[in-house]
Nanobody, 115 residues
Framework: QVQLVESGGGLVQAGESLRLSCAAS????????MAWYRQVTGKERELVAR?????EYAASVKGRFTIFKDVAKSTLYLQMDNLKPEDSAVYTC???????????WGQGIQVTVVS
């Protein structure tokens, strides 16, 4: 199965930036949809951003977060700027190969924003 390893999380102050990385063990070329989700304990998992043929963002992060990928490095990124305390959550990378109907989740990485 595809392995997804997230990195780049941590604790920052409001207004600061973080860049999350998701290194995949398989290609993340165009037949693969990649996304970042986040979840706070006691709440449902939320789609933060998705990249396929189109870029999609949750309204709460639009204009502050940018999802992009480096196919050569098989790595997905989430650039998070102007972080807010409400962005605090466990962020998880999602891989879905449309051609092979194979999906996978990363194990999640904590992002904590304090004011």
């Amino acid at each position: 199965q595809v392995q997804l390893v997230e990195s780049g999380g941590g604790l920052v102050q409001a207004g600061e930036s973080l860049r999350l990385s998701c290194a995949a063990s398989e290609s993340i070329a165009r037949m693969v949809t990649m996304a970042w989700y986040r979840q706070v304990t006691g709440k449902e998992r939320e789609l933060v951003a998705r990249i396929n043929t189109k870029l999609e963002y949750a309204a709460s992060v639009k204009g502050r977060f940018t999802i992009f990928k480096d196919v050569a490095k098989s790595t997905l990124y989430l650039q998070m700027d102007n972080l807010k305390p409400e962005d605090s959550a466990v962020y998880t990378c999602r891989y879905y190969n449309i051609e092979r109907a194979i999906g996978a989740w990363g194990q999640g990485i904590q992002v904590t924003v304090v004011s």
